[in-house]
């Protein structure tokens, strides 16, 4: 166990709804990280926040968008939806977000767009 | 721009035999190094990391890793392996700090299957 907690484990969706994915990051981490990891992609670094504050952008797409809670939780909210968001997304926390410091994984959530 | 390449998309070895998995990586200095596990339904686990020092790095489970400046490699070993080993394994590179941002990059995996 990572201590990285996400939530839903499996969302089922149809094409053109929003969504809406949690993770809290480990206790005393600061930085939270979010990854999709796809069949064809592999895994694709989307967005990086560091204690409130976005800090760096991959590969996200504009109908994603991402926050980061006071209480250093965050959430990932993907609209539009379309059949090729099914993914597994990983959220991931550091303990500074600076320097190279270890990134913990959550067990991830399975979106299945239909 | 950084990249991560694992030659092997799938390696079958039978219990109790030695493992490499090959990774190559593609970065303008000497980035971090990483190896990651991911098991069935999982997420990630880190296996071992190598940031300065002595190229041969300990991890758990078992497994070592060998950063060879000269390849660009940083190829994951394990002696004798189990069958709890089968999983899918990501190398993945980070930047230096000054990079400004310090998300990893990975490999598209290796998934391990082991013979009884």
């Known amino acids: 166990d990572s201590g990285v907690t996400q939530t839903p484990k499996h969302l089922i969706t149809a094409t053109g709804q929003r969504v809406t994915l949690r993770c809290s990051p480990r206790?005393?981490?600061?930085?939270v990280y979010w990854y999709q990891q796809s069949l064809d992609q592999g895994l694709q670094f989307l967005i990086q926040?560091?204690?409130?504050?976005?800090?760096a952008k991959g590969n996200i797409l504009e109908r994603f968008s991402a926050q980061q809670f006071p209480d250093l939780h965050s959430e990932l909210n993907l609209s539009s939806l379309e059949l090729g968001d099914s993914a597994l997304y990983f959220c991931?926390?550091?303990?500074?977000?600076?320097?190279?410091?270890?990134?913990?994984f959550g067990p991830g959530t399975r979106l299945t767009v239909t | 721009a950084q990249s991560v390449t694992q030659p092997d998309i799938h390696i079958t070895v039978s219990e109790g035999a030695s493992l490499e998995l090959r990774c190559n990586y593609s970065?303008?200095?000497?980035?971090?190094l990483f190896w990651y596990v991911q098991s069935p339904g999982q997420g990630l686990q880190l296996l071992l990391k190598?940031?300065?020092?002595?190229?041969l790095v300990q991890g758990i489970k078992g497994f070592e890793a060998e950063f060879k400046r000269s390849q660009s490699s940083f190829n994951l070993r394990k002696p004798s392996v189990h069958w709890s080993d089968a999983a899918e394994y990501f190398c993945?590179?980070?930047?230096?700090?000054?990079?400004?941002?310090?998300?990893?990059?990975f490999g598209k995996g290796t998934k391990l299957s082991v013979i009884p």
């Open positions: 991931a926390s550091s303990e500074k977000g600076q320097g190279m410091d270890e990134q913990y």
């Open positions: 206790s005393g981490d600061l930085s």
């Open positions: 926040y560091y204690n409130g504050e976005e800090r």
């Open positions: 970065y303008g200095a000497t980035p971090y």
């Open positions: 190598y940031f300065s020092g002595d190229t």
């Open positions: 993945a590179v980070g930047p230096r700090p000054g990079a400004g941002s310090y998300q990893l990059t």
